[in-house]
């Protein structure tokens, strides 16, 4: 998407924003599971990343390839649950998303919590709504390198957003 018609709304909302702040605006890449989509989570975990201040620049409901699956789990490929995990994330409809914002992929690591929900604290995603390892209701990109593969393989960058968001200059010193 040609995106220069919004140049010079972007322009003056960054000139609004320090270097050192726009520097760190990244995007991470966040998946709803089969379970949090069943669970009718979707709406819930959408709300905590923009009351959090993150703007949303892409997302799709879609049922994942398995060949899709494989590659984004291809560093787990000589776990003893791989085949299990993909098709768990093949038993149903997946939201995939990209999320934008000062240290995304950070924070919203740590707003989801541990993979094990046991050990995810209370106001965490994991530890809200997860009981079980297995099912885990969200996948969140762990590093910025994770970040850009995982983004990549789940979406075109022309399908990716860009919108001058008028209340960056509320969040960002």
């Known amino acids: 998407m040609d995106c220069s018609f919004l140049k010079d709304g972007l322009q003056a909302i960054r000139n609004s924003i320090p270097d050192n702040v726009t520097a760190n605006l990244v995007r991470t890449f966040l998946a709803i599971k089969p379970d949090g989509v069943q669970r009718h989570l979707i709406g819930e975990i959408i709300r905590r990343f923009e009351k959090k201040g993150f703007k949303l620049v892409g997302m799709k409901l879609m049922q994942a390839s398995e060949d899709l699956l494989k590659e ?36 919203a690591y740590a707003m989801i919590g541990e993979t094990n929900p046991a050990d995810s604290r209370p106001g965490t995603i994991q530890g809200d709504f997860c009981i079980e390892v297995s099912k ?25 957003t860009c919108w001058a968001d008028s209340t960056e200059h509320w969040i960002y010193e």
């Open 72 to 107: 984004h789990y291809i560093a787990l490929r000589d776990c003893p649950f791989y085949s299990h995990l993909v098709e768990y994330m093949r038993s149903g409809p997946i939201v995939a998303m990209v999320w934008q914002g000062l240290d995304v992929v950070k924070t």
């Open 136 to 160: 885990n209701v969200i996948h969140g990109s762990d590093s910025i390198e994770s970040a850009r593969r995982e983004i990549s393989l789940w979406f075109h960058t022309d399908k990716l």
